[in-house]
Antibody, heavy 116, light 113 residues
């Protein structure tokens, strides 16, 4: 069974940093592209970033480009999202998702709150 | 970026009745050489992550009940629930994966009348 478990969320002040992790199990992690998608409270889904299976190619939403970095450690079956220069508008539940044809499997999410 | 627009924003349907949700993309998501529409539908229940229902516009994900069906091509798509069950109360999103960034519709909230 595919499992994706996010961690690392919490309360952070504007301008601060946070690193999210997504621990994967139940599939061959190193052969799948992965995504981060976020959802602000009461709002819709917004794609954040994507990384290929070996970590050599990444893509970002314009709203996070230059501030967020997606990475992975295939030896640890873990996906990361380093978030710097956080803003109030980054407040959201962050989901990691496994790519197949599209985003096939999702974690339960990790809440990030940016507030002073 | 491809803009995805869903209609209606909310919908109330009686149990056992048909529910229909529409999705329109700002440009075609049909890959002509592969003859595939790069369009997916997700269901999100309160407090839960999204769940993939349909991909390639009309292919049901494994385990999804056959009362869910997808149709359409190019820029206009429809998600149909043939006979609404209580457990189908959720927000439904369409999403294009034709190009980067992948983009979602704003969501349609489905409730019981």
């Amino acid at each position: 069974e595919v499992q994706l478990v996010e961690s690392g969320g919490g309360l952070v002040q504007p301008g601060g940093s946070l690193r999210l992790s997504c621990a994967a199990s139940g599939f061959n992690f190193g052969t799948y592209w992965m995504h981060w998608v976020r959802q602000a409270p009461g709002k819709g889904l917004v794609w954040v970033a994507r990384i290929n299976s070996v970590g050599s190619t990444t893509a970002y939403a314009d709203s996070v480009k230059g501030r967020f970095t997606i990475s992975r450690d295939n030896a640890k079956d873990t996906l990361y999202l380093q978030m710097n220069s956080l803003r109030a508008e980054d407040t959201a539940v962050y989901y990691c998702a496994r790519d197949g044809i599209t985003m096939m499997d999702w974690g339960q999410g990790s809440l990030v709150t940016v507030s002073s | 970026d491809i803009v995805m627009t869903q209609s209606p924003d909310s919908l109330a349907v009686s149990l056992g009745e048909r529910a229909t949700i529409n999705c329109k993309s700002s440009q075609s998501v049909l890959h002509n050489s592969k003859n595939n529409n790069y369009l997916a539908w997700y269901q999100q229940k309160p407090g839960q992550p999204p769940k993939l229902l349909i991909y390639w516009a009309s292919t049901r994900e494994s385990g999804v009940p056959d009362r869910f069906s997808g149709s359409g091509s190019g820029t206009d798509f429809t998600l149909t629930i043939s006979s609404l069950q209580a457990e189908d109360v959720a927000v439904y999103y369409c999403q294009q994966y034709y190009n980067t960034p992948p983009t979602f519709g704003q969501g349609t909230k489905l409730e019981i009348k």
